[in-house]
């Protein structure tokens, strides 16, 4: 039976890990859960659980910055930032609902290891490009600072970069340190109805390039359009493509008219206000249409202009479906829990698409045991990942196997 650790501060973290060191026990490092099935299953016996770690340690908003112990409540951050009319711009994703557990469950520092971006990537980055400092341990035990309190810091290495998306194979987070920026005054999304995924993939290219700021761009198919929550997408009673504006009220208002202007020869297009867009781009940012069923779901990144391709790919697999966000270039695909997944499929289609990433996000223990969940590195990135790998942790004692078997 699996031994969990809860340790309450850094000093604790240090005699945990000193522990498994000298007694080469390998363990499956956790924030607060909500994305313990993301990943391959854990090879350890042995948990530290950091949501012991919880608090905001400081809120400058006036310098746009905040700096919180890793196992803090996403939810606790995002209410301290709305007080103050602010935001995490990348918009994390909660994927608690999608792999089978509660909504508002993750941890800041859990957003950070796994850099999970939502739909305003395309206008703000990703979370990487917001995390701005990091307090951590190594599989050495030995402590580790990056970063700090500015957007441009030149002291050394940039960490932080490294430690985003590592999954907790390299280091144990105790703090980090984001960027955070103004909530937008208004938010408006423009749809446009009924267009198939090359006309959707050209609306939204042109309100891309366009000088309207969109902050959002997204293709739902009929079906999927008629899952959503928002009654002016579910009764569009076809596909629907969307556009999100934000920004001060008049200038919106401004800029969504001229979309619906350039936008009407393609298709009939109607607007969502305020909480309704909210709402709808909510349910993208955590693929709730494919919440409620037991498919496998898949993440595919690729340049936005090969989307529809991949997306035909997806169509030709029985019983699947996907949706797209980023102006086309990410690709949510749900697949029955059959064969190898597509996973053979829809990686020769990534490679088709000139490179991106496919990653398994939803399945099965056996399944995600089998296959490669995340897309496999080239020959020079893998051994150039591995070398980053025994730099921090040489005894591979922190999540072995949750990114790559046996690592």
């Given amino acids: 039976m699996s031994e969990t650790f809860r340790p309450e501060s850094d000093s604790q973290v240090a005699e945990l890990l000193s522990w498994a060191l000298a007694e080469e026990l390998p363990l499956e490092l956790r924030g607060r859960g909500s994305k313990a099935a993301l990943g391959r299953p854990s090879q350890a016996e042995k948990t530290l659980d950091l949501s012991g770690l919880s608090g905001i340690l400081l809120y400058e908003a006036e310098e746009l910055v905040l700096k919180a112990r890793a196992g803090t409540p996403l939810a606790e951050i995002e209410a301290a930032l ?19 557990g509660p909504a508002g469950e993750g941890s800041i520092g859990g957003v950070f290891a796994c850099n999970l971006s939502g739909p305003r990537r395309i206008k703000a980055g990703a979370a990487r490009d917001h995390f701005l400092g990091v307090a951590a341990y190594s599989g050495r035990a030995e402590a580790f600072k990056s970063g700090g309190r500015v957007v441009k810091n030149v002291t050394g290495y940039d960490l932080c970069k490294v430690m985003a998306g590592s999954y907790g194979t390299l280091a ?33 290219t042109q309100a891309m390039t366009s000088s309207h700021e969109v902050s959002g761009a997204a293709h739902l198919p009929a079906a999927l359009a008629a899952r959503s929550g928002v009654s002016l997408v579910s009764g569009a009673g076809g596909s629907v493509t969307a556009l ?6 008049g200038s919106v208002a401004h800029r969504c008219a001229a979309l619906r202007e350039t936008l009407g020869a393609l298709g009939e297009t109607e607007e969502l206000h305020s909480h309704n867009s909210q709402s709808f781009w909510a349910e993208l940012r955590d693929v709730r249409p494919f919440v409620e069923e037991e498919r496998a779901v898949w993440r595919i ?52 698409a000139g490179g991106g990433h496919a990653t398994l996000v939803r399945a099965p223990s056996d399944y995600r045991a089998s296959l490669p969940v995340f897309q496999p590195l080239e020959p020079v990135q893998a051994a150039l990942s591995q070398r980053i790998k025994e730099s921090f942790d040489p005894k591979g004692l922190l999540n072995p196997g949750r990114m790559t078997a046996g690592v």
């Fill in 82 to 100: 709305e007080e103050k009319n602010q935001q995490l711009a990348f918009e994390p994703c909660d994927l608690g609902p999608l792999l089978g």
């Fill in 172 to 204: 144990a987070m105790t703090e980090v340190t984001v960027k955070v920026l103004p909530a937008p005054e208004k938010t408006r999304t423009v749809l446009v109805f009924g267009l198939d995924e090359e006309k959707a993939l050209l609306a939204m």
């Fill in 244 to 249: 999100r504006v934000e920004g001060p009220g």
């Fill in 301 to 352: 990144s690729v340049a936005p202009q090969a989307g529809p391709a991949v997306g035909k790919v997806v169509a030709g697999l029985e019983g699947a479906d996907c949706f797209y966000d980023w102006g086309g270039g990410l690709v949510w695909a749900a697949v029955p829990l059959s064969g190898d997944l597509g996973a053979e499929a829809l990686r020769c289609a990534v490679a088709a």
